[in-house]
């Protein structure tokens, strides 16, 4: 059986001066969409749907989600009514090495309208759904959230495999360490230099730098004199890291500047916030001169704005010549905001 279409909902890259969590940002140089994109993609499904939930109000959050479910529920009936049957819907919210093939298979065993698969008692955010759940004639029409969750009688989907969220600070740094270590499929996006130390292209490390594995550097970063990272640390793509800062069991963010001499430990630093993984404290470092954003260029800042896929990332070997697969979302969605489908 073949899913005719798959939608994936990605969190939008925000301005809130808040920590960011988003799927869209990188893990050890990784993107978590590529990863579900692929397992789509050894389902044998021809195309998929992109969608962004919008930017999240703090003042008015509750209108703000009830607007973004109203109108995923609005697409997911379109597709309906142009007679798609069935439906794999992921919000990316976790990394899991998961079958999508077997996920298929117990839906359909158990005859289910909707499976919703789960680790544990927690959702991953990830379930089939019938066309039939869609049908305004449904006593379930009209409900504006993610399906699946409380419905008596619908079995879920156990996964046993490795799965671990990533909009926590606290579980994505969780991640790093298990993929630093090999405890799951996900790898370090550079070159392996030494034992359990990955650096991606263009990483300037001044001489005097200590970096103790396991331990990630992305892409253009600037680590200067003095300075250690690791062990169990990740700065990603385009920081700089100042003279004499420590960075360990932590991960900093792309775009940041750590300023001279700090202590990095059991933190997540974006930008100018640094969030403490153990008790969930933010303090805002750019006031005393410890931290900030990095200004861009307005390509690179339009970069981070869109979801790129690298045509040799996302296909496996060079795409054709025509291919486009740049997905454009602004960096504020709203709730009328189109879908895009990618074919793949």
Not at 58 to 71: H, P, R, V, Y
Not at 316 to 336: H, I, K
Request: charged fraction near 25%; aromatic fraction near 6%.
């Amino acid at each position: 059986m073949t899913i005719q279409e798959t939608q994936l909902r990605v969190p939008p890259v925000s301005e809130n001066p808040r920590p960011l969590y988003s799927s869209r940002m990188p893990i050890l140089g990784n993107d978590v969409l590529h990863s579900w994109t692929e397992r789509v993609r050894k389902l044998g499904v021809q195309s998929l749907w992109l969608t962004s939930a919008p930017d999240r109000d703090t003042n008015n959050d509750k209108i703000n989600t009830n607007e973004a479910e109203s109108t995923i529920w609005s697409g997911l009936r379109r597709f309906a009514r142009q007679g798609v049957e069935r439906f794999l819907m992921i919000t990316l919210k976790s990394y899991a090495e998961m079958d999508l093939a077997d996920l298929v298979r117990f839906h359909c065993e158990n005859r289910n309208p909707v499976t919703e698969a789960r680790d544990g008692r927690r959702q991953l955010g990830v379930c089939l759904l019938d066309h039939s759940v869609l049908d305004p004639s449904n006593a379930d029409h009209g409900k504006h959230e993610f399906p699946g969750a409380n419905d008596a009688g619908r079995v879920p989907y156990q996964f046993r495999g490795y799965a671990k969220r990533i909009l926590s600070a606290k579980e994505r740094q969780e991640l790093v360490g298990d993929a630093l270590t090999g405890a799951c499929a996900m790898r370090p996006f550079g070159k392996q230099i030494r034992e359990q130390v990955w650096i991606g292209e263009g990483v300037d490390l001044a001489e005097s730098v200590r970096v103790i594995g396991p331990t990630y550097i992305g892409e253009h970063t600037v680590v200067r004199a003095g300075v250690t990272i690791g062990p169990f640390a990740s700065v990603e793509r385009d920081c700089v890291v100042d003279c004499g800062t420590t960075v360990e069991r932590s991960t900093v963010l792309p775009y940041t500047y750590l300023a001279p001499g700090l202590l990095i430990r059991n933190g997540l630093v974006d930008g100018r916030y640094l969030e403490d993984l153990a008790g969930g404290a933010v303090v805002d470092l750019e006031p005393a001169g410890l931290g900030s954003r990095i200004e861009r260029p307005e390509s690179r800042r339009q970069a981070v704005r869109d979801t790129h896929i690298p045509r040799h990332d996302f296909l496996g070997a060079p795409a054709r010549a025509n291919a486009t697969l740049t997905w454009d979302f602004a960096s504020t969605s709203t709730a009328t905001q189109p879908w895009l489908r990618v074919q793949l």
